[in-house]
């Protein structure tokens, strides 16, 4: 055996040891601050928007990842809109206003909605938007109005939804996305995702907007009847054809569909939950992708973000235990070794900014009833 391979064992059973010792320390408290120091200085690009993510790699024996791939990564709504829920529930003023600057500055179409991804130079840009990322900023700004009674957040959120409303919407229905890539032939969705139908800030647009009342009752009448035998919803609605579509999707967008629905519908939010906790029962696992039709495992693998929405969806619906085991199996994916240049991040095969925000998220459910 050589000297080199034996210092590498050895320099291998340190790191192990460090990080046994100190994730045995970690709280969920602290598991939530590590980890948006991490982002905070590690995800953020110069104007203060999040990267997108990167693959794995690693450094002799320590998993780290690359820096420049993950800048070059560029910018989506989906995790701005994220992060913006994030520091409005937090109450972090900063880090909420440094997300709404560069989206106002770097994502906003001529057309109000926002391009769904923009290059890390801002050079490409998507010429259409994603309904459920407007919403969810919507969202975020009557959060942070709510927070901090700041007009402005107001001012943006209704704007930005009269904007939803003109170019996301038909005959009252919410369209998956709007696109302007044909230069003067801007053109809807056909079609919608039942986790893009955010009912509760619908609900809540209602109450300074009329007229998103009938949108929203739509939107919960299409949500619930996608809803099948199982728990779980299908993935699509196609308002051409008044089809529903996709018995599989992601289970963290399944997920969303049970958040989305709980407000209207205690019920059906917790069937969704009791089907989850019966297929986590059986070998201690939720997977990236169950048939909705029959509830089959349809993709074998495991994500920090699937947990992370499992936890906020028991913690809605009131299933405490639910929500702490879910807690458990998303700490398992943080970097909790102090050595490693993850530290405090969330990761599985790539480092992906919406898993370490969907974490930021669930943790601070988790750790607001402690407060």
Not at 26 to 54: C, D, H, N, W
Not at 232 to 240: N, V
């Amino acid at each position: 055996m050589s000297k080199t391979f034996r210092f590498l064992l050895v320099l291998l059973f340190i790191l192990i040891t460090v990080s046994v010792v100190f994730s045995s320390s970690i709280t969920t408290i602290k598991a939530e601050r590590i980890a948006k120091k991490f982002l905070q200085m590690r995800m953020l690009g110069p104007e203060g928007g999040v990267y997108t993510g990167s693959r794995m790699s690693k450094i002799f024996l320590i998993q780290s990842y690359n820096p420049s791939e993950f800048s070059a990564s560029g910018y989506m709504s989906e995790n701005i809109s994220l992060l913006m829920n994030y520091a409005a529930f937090s109450g972090d003023r900063e880090l909420f206003d440094r997300q709404l600057n560069f989206l106002l500055k770097s994502l906003q179409s001529p057309y109000g909605v926002f391009s769904w991804k923009i290059s890390h130079d801002g050079a490409q840009y998507s010429e259409s938007s994603s309904s459920g990322d407007d919403l969810r900023t919507i969202s975020a700004l009557l959060a942070a109005y709510r927070k901090w009674n700041r007009k402005s957040y107001l001012k943006y959120a209704l704007q930005i939804a009269d904007a939803v409303r003109k170019n996301e919407v038909e005959n009252n229905e919410l369209r998956e996305y709007f696109s302007w890539r044909k230069l003067g032939e801007p053109e809807k969705a056909q079609k919608v995702k039942l986790a893009w139908l955010d009912v509760p800030t619908m609900d809540e647009l209602s109450e300074y907007d009329s007229s998103w009342t009938s949108i929203a009752d739509r939107a919960f009448e299409t949500l619930k009847g996608g809803k099948l035998p199982t728990g779980l919803f299908y993935g699509g609605y196609d308002y051409t054809s008044s089809s529903y579509q996709n018995e599989t999707q992601p289970t963290y967008q399944q997920l969303y569909c049970g958040i989305c629905i709980t407000g209207r519908d205690y019920e059906s939010a917790h069937k969704m939950l009791e089907f989850f906790k019966t297929a986590f029962a059986l070998d201690n696992t939720i997977y990236d992708e169950y048939s909705a039709k029959d509830g089959g495992v349809s993709a074998k693998l495991q994500s920090p973000r699937t947990y992370a929405v499992a936890a906020r969806l028991a913690y809605r619906v009131g299933d405490i235990a639910f929500g702490v085991q879910m807690i458990a199996k998303l700490r398992a994916y943080q970097e909790l070794n102090p050595a490693s240049p993850l530290y405090g991040s969330f990761h599985d095969e790539g480092l992906m900014a919406a898993d370490n925000i969907e974490a930021l998220l669930a943790l601070y459910e988790h750790n607001s009833r402690g407060r």
